[in-house]
């Protein structure tokens, strides 16, 4: 069975820092891409950054570049975000997804920026 | 940065067809914005109905379909059902980085 499972959201303050984590299993995480998506509550989802699968290349949002790097372990079958100084429009569900032919995607991670 | 859109909402009636849209603010969306589109119902995470414009994953039910129709990307769905009641979101990709449209909620009725 395939599993996404997100972990590492909470609640920081502002200008705080935050590394969230996927763990996959069920499928080859090293042959994939992987995207991290987050949905603020009660709006839509916004794309947050991609890795390609052997982790040489990444990109950002506009919104997050700078503050925000994408990484992964194959090793571990793990992909992470970490993130920093972190504002209250970062509030939001972060889900990561397999892009492409994969097309799964977790359960999503709350985070919550506010002092 | 590019800015995508679809329809807000769309009402289909239970067996009919109704076709969702995916523009691009850049001008016509093509195989190479590697259109997906995905599904969302209230309290789950999204699901991935169409990627790469056409491909379906094994669980993107037969009645779903995805194309290029018009300068933009379409996502079809012939014999709507109760359950297809929900927010569809599609995604372009710009050179490596990805926008989604904002979403149309789709209500069967």
């Known amino acids: 069975e395939v599993q996404l499972v997100e972990s590492g959201g909470g609640l920081v303050q502002p200008g705080g820092s935050l590394r969230l984590s996927c763990a996959a299993s069920?499928?080859?995480?090293?042959?994939?891409?992987m995207n991290w998506v987050r949905q603020a509550p009660g709006k839509g989802l916004v794309w947050v950054s991609r890795?390609?699968?052997?982790?040489?290349?990444?990109t950002y949002a506009d919104s997050v570049k700078g503050r925000f790097t994408i990484s992964r372990d194959d090793a571990k079958n793990t992909l992470f975000l970490q993130m920093s100084s972190l504002r209250a429009e970062d509030t939001a569900v972060y889900y990561c997804a397999v892009a492409g032919s994969g097309g799964y995607w977790g359960q999503g991670t709350l985070v919550t920026v506010s002092s | 940065q590019a800015v995508v859109t679809q329809e807000p909402s769309l009402t289909v009636s239970p067996g009919g067809t109704v076709t969702l849209t995916c523009g691009s603010s850049?001008?016509?969306?093509?195989?190479?914005?590697?259109p997906y589109w995905f599904q969302q119902k209230p309290g789950q995470a999204p699901r991935t109905l169409i990627y790469d414009t056409s491909n379906k994953h094994s669980w993107t039910p037969a009645r779903f379909s995805g194309s290029l129709l018009g300068g933009k990307a379409a996502l079809t769905l012939s014999g709507a059902q109760p359950e297809d009641d929900a927010e569809y979101y599609c995604l372009l990709s710009y050179s490596g980085t990805r926008v989604f449209g904002g979403g149309t909620k789709l209500t069967v009725l």
């Open positions: 850049t001008g016509a969306v093509t195989s190479g914005h590697y």
């Open positions: 069920g499928f080859t995480f090293r042959g994939y891409w």
């Open positions: 890795i390609n699968s052997d982790g040489s290349s990444t």
